[in-house]
């Protein structure tokens, strides 16, 4: 149960809701997945520092560290995926020379020193896969859910890496969003070697993924250490430019791409994420949904609100969190919203109240620190003077 009523009051494990841009990272902006080239973001022009910059505004917009999926093969300043195979649509003769520019210098100054508001995330080099220069869907699975050799993924995962290098991006990705929502769970494989590289979160379609064994919750689920998180649907088609802001919550992820946010003038970009600024404070702001700081807070508060148990018993709130996994990647903070009866503070025994903000509609959130160790935290309120 994710909601109680303790007399006039109203406890909720509130849902997580976090933004996630996926595709970013072409500097190319065409579509050219229909002659053998990758589903970049149908983008009518090349992309440029104004479409980061406008990732960055949205970001603070929402008092949140968005997630960017990034693709990173444009981004290839000495044609180093020419010796990874199937990376690349020119395979042993890849060439990025047009890529290469100032623009590489800004752009990844411009991420180093926006850390704080935008994180990077794994996507993919190429975002495809290529044989014979013959373009497959997707770079780590098949469309059936098949993983690519170990020795294929090792190499493109390494080569993900030596790209942020050549770049002096200075992040180490700990989430991992699959090309196309090609995935697989349930033997281990996978996950075994994202954690190798340090990824502790996947998101994904669990409809979409190949599943050897069912997920632990139909809505999360773990593995070798790394938690997967349904994605849902996106709201907007993957394609759609400078898309009107469109709401399919609530759910923990919204998933957008990167062409949704962007004008066909840069300049103009900042319209449109202030449009998806507005509704997503909008549909936040209730006292069901929480919205997650960062990747990290999400994956913590979903699982708090999909597997922890809230009773009340003896005049006391007791949330029970035995059903969450003894994992470092979520344990920490998390929060609980409360209505009603405005004149109550709070006490915790088995974690501290870390803060108790009061915000809109009378909702009074806190956020709460379990003690080491400790598998259930009880709440109970003392009235003020």
């Not at 109680?4 to 902006?29: A, H, K, R, S, Y």
């Not at 994605?231 to 399919?248: C, F, I, L």
């Not at 919204?254 to 509704?279: C, F, K, M, T, Y």
């Not at 148990?309 to 990647?329: A, Q, T």
């Amino acid at each position: 149960m994710i909601m109680i009523q303790l007399n006039d009051i109203t406890i909720i494990l509130p849902m997580p809701v976090f933004l996630i841009i996926e595709d970013v990272g072409w500097w190319q902006g065409v579509d050219g997945s229909s002659y053998q080239e990758p589903f970049r973001n149908n983008l009518k022009r090349p992309h440029c520092l104004e479409d980061y910059q406008a990732l960055a505004h949205l970001a603070e917009r929402l008092s949140m560290r968005i997630a960017l999926g990034m693709v990173m093969c444009e981004w290839d300043r000495t044609d180093v995926l020419k010796h990874i195979p199937g990376a690349t649509w020119m395979g042993k003769a890849w060439n990025n020379q047009k890529n290469r520019g100032p623009q590489l210098d800004s752009a990844s100054d411009f991420l180093n020193d926006h850390d704080h508001l935008l994180e990077i995330a794994l996507h993919g080099v190429g975002h495809e896969f290529w044989q014979d220069g013959q373009m497959e869907r997707s770079e780590f699975h098949d469309r059936e859910g098949n993983m690519r050799s170990e020795e294929l993924v090792i190499r493109h995962l390494e080569a993900f890496e030596e790209l942020l290098d050549q770049n002096h991006i200075l992040t180490s990705p700990r989430l991992f969003i699959p090309p196309a929502l090609n995935h697989s769970f349930g033997d281990g494989s996978i996950q075994t070697l994202l954690k190798k590289f340090g990824i502790d979160y996947v998101t994904t379609k669990f409809s979409r993924a190949r599943q050897f064994n069912a997920p632990k919750h139909p809505k999360l689920t773990w593995e070798s250490d790394v938690i997967l998180l349904e994605r849902g649907s996106s709201p907007v088609a993957w394609n759609e430019m400078a898309s009107p802001p469109a709401w399919n919550g609530p759910q923990p992820i919204i998933a957008l791409h990167w062409g949704n946010l962007l004008h066909s003038q840069p300049e103009r970009n900042i319209e449109i994420v202030d449009q998806w600024a507005d509704l997503l404070l909008l549909k936040t702001s209730g006292p069901d949904v929480f919205p997650a700081k960062d990747a990290a807070a999400c994956w913590r508060q979903a699982a708090v609100h999909y597997l922890a148990e809230i009773k009340n018993e003896k005049h006391c709130i007791i949330i029970d969190l035995s059903g969450l996994p003894k994992l470092p990647s979520i344990c920490g903070i998390f929060s609980i919203n409360i209505q009603g009866q405005p004149d109550v503070y709070w006490r915790a025994v088995g974690a501290k109240i870390l803060e108790q903000n009061r915000g809109s509609e009378n909702i009074l959130t806190l956020k709460l620190l379990p003690e080491e160790g400790k598998k259930e935290v009880v709440l109970f309120p003392v009235a003020t003077d």
